[in-house]
């Protein structure tokens, strides 16, 4: 495991590989920060997730809405509205989808519990699909586009829902697809690599877990204990980061932005079509 870059975010969060630009963003969710191993992009609201729009364009997630956001000029574009009238939440994970959708988890400020949900943005709709949630993750979508992933980390369980085939909305209930509650782990980010290989970063194990049909069956360590989320990139797509927090610990670590070279490809991210 190599430090991708020593910036200690307070909250490091939401990494996205971007396939026109080839190069990597993430959020440092409690200092209201973008980054890029170049440059910091400030705002004035918690700030926790994107998709990519096209070279130069985010869909960005906030505590209050999704706004598009130029890199190359700043310039915001209000899209919809999130939870505006709930200031005691914010955004937190989220991820495109691969029928140009955009699914984004809320969480309260606080953790407070069942505060959250998770909604869907698909073609300027913003529709609820999951409430009751305490502090949304996971959020990761399976090679053939039939089924997505979700959790509530306080809930220990990682949720598969399938998706029609369509336009991607989900069909039925969702189902448990790898449960935690056994061996106390906390399920923080998600992504799927390009076999359907679950990756998932475990909050205060400092660790990120592969699952394969649900089975564990990898495990890889990292320096900081609060692993976050993980994401591919790379010009092969064999490039497999994980952000972290630095909040509340004292590591040496804490906070950094890490990067593996592993051997299965991820997919290539998803654009949202607005």
Not at 46 to 74: K, M, P, R, Y
Request: proline residues 4%; hydrophobic residues 40%; charged residues 25%.
């Amino acid at each position: 495991m190599n430090i991708f870059d020593d910036r200690a975010c307070a909250l490091g969060e939401g990494p996205l590989w971007h396939p026109e630009r080839q190069s990597l963003f993430w959020f440092d969710i409690l200092n209201h920060q973008l980054m890029s191993k170049d440059k910091v992009w400030q705002f004035d609201e918690h700030v926790s997730a994107a998709g990519w729009l096209d070279q130069d364009h985010l869909l960005i997630a906030s505590e209050t809405a999704l706004f598009q956001f130029n890199l190359e000029t700043e310039a915001k574009t209000h899209v919809a509205t999130l939870e505006a009238d709930m200031p005691i939440t914010r955004s937190n994970d989220g991820r495109a989808d691969p029928y140009g959708g955009f699914w984004i988890g809320t969480m309260g400020k606080s953790a407070e519990p069942h505060a959250g949900a998770i909604y869907r943005y698909y073609r300027g709709e913003v529709r609820k699909l999951f409430a009751g949630i305490t502090v949304s993750n996971a959020i990761c979508f399976s090679p053939d586009g039939l089924c997505a992933y979700f959790c509530d980390t306080f809930d220990r369980q990682i949720k598969r829902q399938a998706l029609a085939t369509a336009d991607g909305w989900p069909q039925g209930d969702p189902e448990v697809y790898i449960d935690l509650k056994a061996d106390e782990l906390n399920p923080d980010g998600a992504v799927v690599d390009s076999h359907g290989r679950l990756w998932n970063a475990h909050w205060g194990a400092g660790r990120l877990a592969c699952y394969e049909a649900g089975k564990h069956v990898q495990t890889i360590d990292l320096p900081a204990s609060q692993t976050t989320c993980p994401a591919f990139g790379g010009a092969d797509l064999k490039t497999l980061y994980c952000t972290s927090a630095a909040v509340g610990v004292d590591e040496r670590d804490a906070g950094k932005t890490f990067s593996i070279d592993v051997d299965i490809p991820g997919q290539t991210e998803h654009r949202v079509i607005l």
